[in-house]
């Protein structure tokens, strides 16, 4: 499995990205995968997690309402799209796939990860 996550970059406060995560090496139609991000100097935390299916989500309380997880199992992809960035969204992003199809907040739930893409949100 090799991840690829990208769409990071600079923006400035109440912008809106979309990062994708792509399975170049397999497919993972059948797994739950997530988001994750890790701010300087703090734990890795959860963002978004979307099943199999794409037929159902969860989200982290502080992102609810402004990101959305989507995927595209024909494409090999995940989407987050993130609207109303705000400087406390800076972060290294991960996406992550589940060692199975049902949808997890626990990082220990995810066997693969990316390299993470860089999102600076600048106030």
């Known amino acids: 499995v090799q991840l690829q996550a990208s769409g990071g970059g600079l923006v400035q406060t109440g912008a809106d990205l979309r990062l994708s995560c792509t399975n170049s090496?397999?497919?993972?139609?059948?797994?739950?995968v997530g988001w994750f991000r890790q701010a300087p100097g703090k734990e890795r935390e959860f963002v978004a997690t979307?099943?199999?299916?794409?037929?159902?989500?969860r989200y982290a309380e502080i992102v609810k309402g402004r990101f959305t997880i989507s995927r595209d199992n024909a494409k090999n992809t995940v989407y987050l799209r993130m609207n109303n960035l705000q400087p406390e969204d800076t972060a290294v992003y991960y996406c992550?796939?589940?060692?199975?199809?049902?949808?997890?907040?626990?990082?220990?739930?995810?066997?693969?990860w990316g390299q993470g893409t860089l999102v600076t949100v600048s106030s």
């Open positions: 992550a796939v589940g060692r199975g199809s049902w949808m997890s907040s626990n990082s220990q739930d995810y066997a693969y």
């Open positions: 979307i099943s199999w299916r794409g037929d159902n989500s």
């Open positions: 090496r397999r497919t993972f139609s059948n797994n739950a």
